[in-house]
C-alpha cells in the first residue's frame, strides 16, 4: 500500500500489521508514485514465489 509522505515522498507499507510495533512495517521510500508501484509489484511477486 502507497501513501503519500508530507515532503512529496511515496512510501510503500506492508498490508498487515507488524504483530511487535502494532503498525505498518515500511518497505521503502521512492521519489516518484511510479517507482513506488513498480517496486510493490516486484515485492508482491517474491510473496507469490515463496521466497
Known amino acids: 500500500m502507497i ?4 515532503s512529496g515522498l511515496y512510501r510503500i507499507y506492508s498490508r498487515g500489521k507488524d504483530p511487535r510495533t502494532g503498525k505498518r512495517r515500511n518497505l521503502g521510500t ?3 508514485r ?5 517496486h510493490e509489484r516486484e515485492i508482491q511477486g ?3 514465489r515463496g521466497h
Open 3 to 6: 501513501r503519500k509522505l508530507s
Open 46 to 48: 517474491f510473496k507469490h
Open 34 to 38: 511510479a517507482a513506488a508501484e513498480r
Open 30 to 32: 521512492f521519489k516518484s
